[in-house]
């Protein structure tokens, strides 16, 4: 499931404010930053276990334009180009 920052918010009994400087601390990113990062890792296992594009998008509950984006500010590549590069294996 698509999963946000205020969504994680929303779940816990202290402020924003706090949960961000905890979570910082802990871990060195920011929610948003790690969300992300879970996000691409869950992209990348489905592209490496055959899934096509139509079916990532699908299953990311997103759209491919904001998708690869996404994929492409973090693994310096577009999502399509990313796949391409496995099936030529």
Do not use: C, H
Not at 49 to 73: C, H, P, Y
């Amino acid at each position: 499931n698509s999963i946000g920052v205020e969504d994680v918010v929303n779940d816990l009994p202290i402020s924003r404010r706090l949960l961000e400087k905890v979570f910082r601390q802990e871990t060195g990113a920011s929610i948003y930053q790690y969300i992300i990062k879970v996000r691409i890792e869950k992209i990348k296992e489905l592209a490496n276990a055959g899934w096509s594009l139509r079916d990532i998008v699908q299953k990311m509950n997103s759209d491919e334009a904001s998708l690869s984006r996404t994929f492409k500010s973090v693994e310096g590549m577009p999502l399509s180009r990313y796949l391409e590069s496995l099936f030529s294996l």
